[in-house]
């Protein structure tokens, strides 16, 4: 199957600092990426859908001036937390569609990304 | 969005069969009926999907039922590393469209040893 990979897999940092997170499609070209929040013991939230070169679309609640997201390139899309707070630790996951040229596609998740915001 | 209705947990026993069920009473003619996984502290993995006949691959069989309202995931036989959420999530399918995958609780499946 296809693989998404996420980076970094944990990272720790001040409250007021801004966080990077990577997602990757390593062997398929993904035209959307979906963007994930799981607090403990809590399912999926879906944040944020994001399309190659266009700008990303929020779920209602999400602040997307504090969830930056960008998806320049068929592979790579950031989710910026900025100015984290502790309330943002959490556990970040991205997807991405693996689009194929085919009338069904498939939605392939990452690894995950444990933000802890001290 | 059709909603799905799963318990919130089972137990099974190691080497023994599991049968996950999953209501969804409002499920549309074109709505696909997929099943994910969630270890812990890992990204959502994909098992199995099927829209009408009961399907099998390397990992589980669903089984639909005929009227579509509720199928169930069985894993044939459960290891230790099958203990996860298991997601049973429906999701139309258009052509030329997608619909992003909604979560709902899932079923924490715990398998004893």
């Known amino acids: 199957g296809a693989v998404v990979s996420q980076h970094p897999s944990r990272v720790i940092c001040k409250s007021g600092t801004s966080v990077k997170i990577e997602c990757r499609s390593l062997?398929?070209?993904?035209?959307?990426m979906f963007w994930y929040r799981q607090f403990p013991k809590q399912s999926l939230m879906l944040m944020a859908t994001?399309?190659?070169?266009?700008?990303?679309?929020?779920e209602q609640g999400v602040e997307k001036d504090k969830f930056l997201i960008n998806h320049a390139s068929l592979t790579l899309s950031t989710l910026t937390v900025t100015s984290a707070h502790p309330e943002d630790s959490s556990f970040y996951i991205c997807?991405?569609?693996?689009?194929?040229?085919?009338?069904?596609?498939?939605?392939?998740f990452g690894p995950g990304t444990r933000l802890t915001v001290l | 969005d059709a909603k799905t209705t799963q318990p919130n947990s089972m137990e099974s026993n190691e080497e023994e069969p599991v049968h996950l069920p999953c209501n969804h009473s409002?499920?549309?003619?074109?709505?696909?009926i997929h099943w994910y996984r969630q270890l812990p502290s890992q990204g959502p993995e994909y098992v199995i999907h099927?829209?009408?006949s009961n399907v099998n691959n390397r990992m589980a069989s669903l089984a639909i039922a005929e009227d579509r309202k509720s199928s169930t995931l069985i894993l044939h036989r459960a290891t230790l590393r099958d203990a996860a959420v298991y997601y049973c999530?429906?999701?139309?399918?258009?052509?030329?469209?997608?619909?992003?995958?909604?979560f709902g609780i899932g079923t924490k499946l715990q398998v004893i040893p």
């Open positions: 997807s991405a569609r693996d689009w194929g040229g085919r009338s069904y596609n498939e939605q392939f």
């Open positions: 062997d398929f070209q993904a035209t959307t």
């Open positions: 994001s399309n190659e070169g266009s700008k990303a679309t929020y």
């Open positions: 409002t499920i549309s003619g074109t709505d696909y």
């Open positions: 099927g829209l009408t």
């Open positions: 999530i429906l999701r139309d399918v258009n052509p030329g469209g997608y619909q992003k995958v909604t």
